[in-house]
């Protein structure tokens, strides 16, 4: 681990207080956005993440397997013309 990976660290954990600390502060005020700001990134963030994997399902592209103990299937894969 380098010296820059620890300062690294080390500032994710300073921001990581200062995140909490706005938001009990907004929470002790008793303001709606604070609730409502981490709400909001948390279902961006599902949304995102549920988009992308459905995404990923709708365009992948996946080649049929070949038995390398089946010789005809070789064969057969090889002189038939495949449909998109």
């Known amino acids: 681990m ?3 990976s620890r300062a690294q660290g ?3 954990c300073i921001a990581a207080v200062a ?16 609730i409502a700001l981490p709400i909001a990134a948390l279902v961006a ?4 993440l549920t988009f992308w994997v459905g ?3 709708a365009t992948i592209q996946v080649e049929p397997e070949v038995d390398p103990g089946n010789p005809e299937e ?4 090889a002189s038939s013309p495949t449909s998109s």
């Open 19 to 34: 995140v909490a600390a706005l938001f009990l502060m907004g929470l002790l005020a008793e303001s709606y956005w604070a």
């Open 2 to 4: 380098t010296d820059s």
């Open 55 to 57: 995404w990923t399902i």
């Open 45 to 48: 963030f599902v949304l995102g």
């Open 74 to 77: 070789e064969t057969e894969s």
């Open 10 to 12: 080390g500032l994710i």
